[in-house]
């Protein structure tokens, strides 16, 4: 991925400011800038490389206005939302013995990590997850007056942003000609959304990826997003063995 990035700014006379790298971790995005600067013997400052959430966040802090956010927004690590959740299990009289303030935090991240607001579930007929909905619906209530975002909502924020702002979306569709992703199998619903929104029927998307290294299923990764990328871009599939 590194070296494709160099060699469309070197050979094919991309843009710095037209490539958005993105991988897992702020680990791999430091050496992935740092093979790149290496690469084309540049500084990496006006490149666009960094984890997902990293991206969503540097997007929601140059558009907080069109995101619906305040200026000032502050992120909840897992710790600050776990908190937050005992709270508001708290003020609602439920016994954290049965809503176990874990589950109902990973119940919330996990819908956000697909995609889906409180409004888009279904209770389907079971209390249990009828509560479930209507916690988050609160949640998420109390998030938006405090101004904070926890780490799916960064993504989803951003996601939705770019999905209900036409001349935004359209900016950056124009501005990133090549988006280039790292280690896809472990890519989760919202984030292949992100993806596949960004590039549109016009963009240039390259990933790299291994369906047998999946390490991510716990927190939602989903390694068919491999054979979805083919499917939906009609992809050249290029192995390394």
Wanted: aromatic letters at 10%.
């Amino acid at each position: 991925l590194t070296h494709r990035a160099a060699w469309l700014i070197h050979e094919c006379g991309a843009s710095p400011q037209g490539l958005l790298a993105v991988t897992f971790t702020n680990k791999a995005a430091a050496e992935m800038r740092g093979r790149i600067e290496t690469l084309l013997g540049l500084p990496g400052g006006a490149l666009w490389i960094g984890t997902f959430h990293g991206i969503a966040h540097r997007l929601l802090r140059r558009h907080w206005r069109e995101a619906g956010l305040p200026q000032n927004f502050q992120i909840l690590d897992d710790d600050d939302q776990h908190r937050l959740v005992r709270k508001l299990l708290k003020e609602q009289g439920l016994d954290e013995q049965r809503w176990v303030p874990r589950e109902v935090q990973g119940f919330i991240n996990r819908e956000k990590d697909e995609g889906r607001r409180a409004k888009h579930l279904e209770a389907r007929g079971d209390a249990t997850r009828r509560e479930l909905i209507r916690l988050y619906t609160l949640y998420q209530r109390r998030c938006d007056q405090l101004g904070v975002l926890d780490f799916a909502e960064l993504l989803l924020r951003s996601l939705e942003a770019l999905r209900d702002q036409p001349q935004l979306l359209a900016h950056y569709r124009q501005r990133f000609a090549h988006v280039l992703v790292d280690e896809f199998q472990d890519t989760n619903g919202v984030q292949y959304q992100w993806v596949r929104l960004l590039c549109g029927e016009t963009g240039r998307p390259f990933v790299v990826g291994d369906d047998d290294q999946s390490i991510y299923g716990w927190r939602g990764a989903r390694v068919e997003n491999m054979q979805h990328f083919r499917r939906d871009f009609g992809a050249t599939v290029y192995k390394l063995e």
